[in-house]
């Protein structure tokens, strides 16, 4: 059986977990790649969020406009974070200080997605529309360029409706 949404977006937090905990070695010749891998997941992971996850609580969930924006302000304040992280360099003395500020965005995100965010969809949409939900976000996460371009501008995402 595919994946759902909530897995997926679960992965994903694991995966950029992952990559933060590496990226902490100072010792590793491999931290300017890392960073790059890393803001690559976290552009692609963000803009899946933002068009596929919070359009959905926006438009179906009872009080999901109030969870959406508190999860887009989460977004918003990581964009220059992430502009931060693709013009550091490890070498530059202000790249810790960098990575520190990505870990402690996901820090304060990842639980508040996971725990509240994605239950309260499941339990309105069911499990059948969260799997459906995955593939399109899969989809999405797939096409997406690499880097900063993966991010939307400011056009809003697709509405969504109760099945």
């Known amino acids: 059986m595919p994946p759902d949404l909530t897995e997926l977006i679960a992965h994903d937090h694991q995966m950029i977990t992952g990559l933060l905990a590496t990226l902490e070695d100072p010792a590793r010749a491999d931290r300017f790649p890392l960073a790059h891998r890393l803001l690559d997941e976290l ?12 359009p959905a609580l926006r438009d179906i969930v009872p009080g999901g ?23 550091a360099h490890p070498d530059d ?4 200080d960098v990575v520190r500020g990505v870990a402690a965005a996901v820090a304060g995100h990842v639980p508040l997605v996971e725990n509240e965010f994605l239950p309260a969809l499941e ?4 499990v ?15 096409n ?12 809003p995402g697709p509405r969504f409706t109760p099945g």
């Not at 552009?43 to 919070?54: F, K, S």
């Not at 339990?123 to 069911?126: K, L, Q």
């Open 43 to 54: 552009a692609t992971h963000t803009a899946a969020e933002l068009q596929i996850l919070y």
């Open 65 to 87: 406009v109030e969870m959406a924006n508190r999860g887009q302000t989460d977004h918003d304040t990581l964009r220059p974070v992430l502009v931060a992280l693709e013009q």
């Open 93 to 96: 003395s202000a790249f810790e």
């Open 123 to 126: 339990a309105v949409v069911g």
């Open 128 to 142: 059948g529309t969260m799997r459906e939900l995955g593939a399109v976000y899969a989809s999405l996460k797939d």
């Open 144 to 155: 997406l360029p690499s880097g900063l371009d993966a991010l939307p501008g400011s056009a």
